[in-house]
């Protein structure tokens, strides 16, 4: 399982840490994703990291402004996200992807490579 956490409220340029917390499988062996989906809007990929902590991607609209990392020992992924921008509004998630899908290729969102999925936390950029 996987369960997000902080969320909220912010204004515009401020910051916020998301936290990805795993159970149930080894974050150690796995590699990880960020999404998020705006009212509306199909759900996008954010950031990827790969289960080492070594590689990370990043998606077109956040890049600069995010950045995903992971603490094996506290089974905790982590986006940080700053220069929050009104368009950065939406749910957002983390996933798991299945063993051997990821590797460092461009983050972006197949459902096919990933398995589990956390319940969202929602982010509102807004003054």
């Known amino acids: 399982q996987l369960a997000e956490s902080g969320g909220g409220l912010v204004q515009p340029g401020g910051s916020l840490r998301l936290s990805c917390t795993a159970s149930?499988?080894?974050?150690?062996?796995?590699?990880i994703g960020w999404f998020r989906q705006a009212p509306g809007n199909e759900r996008e990929a954010v950031a990827c990291i790969s289960s080492t902590g070594t590689v990370k991607r990043y998606g077109d609209s956040v890049q600069g402004r995010f950045s995903i990392s992971k603490d094996d020992a506290k089974k905790t992924v982590y986006l940080q996200m700053d220069s929050l921008k009104s368009e950065d509004t939406a749910d957002y998630y983390c996933?798991?992807?299945?063993?051997?899908?990821?590797?460092?290729?461009?983050?972006?969102?197949?459902?096919?490579?990933?398995?589990?999925w956390g319940q969202g936390t929602l982010v509102t950029v807004s003054s």
């Open positions: 149930g499988f080894t974050l150690a062996y796995s590699a």
């Open positions: 996933a798991k992807f299945k063993a051997g899908t990821w590797y460092g290729e461009p983050c972006v969102l197949n459902h096919k490579d990933l398995e589990v």
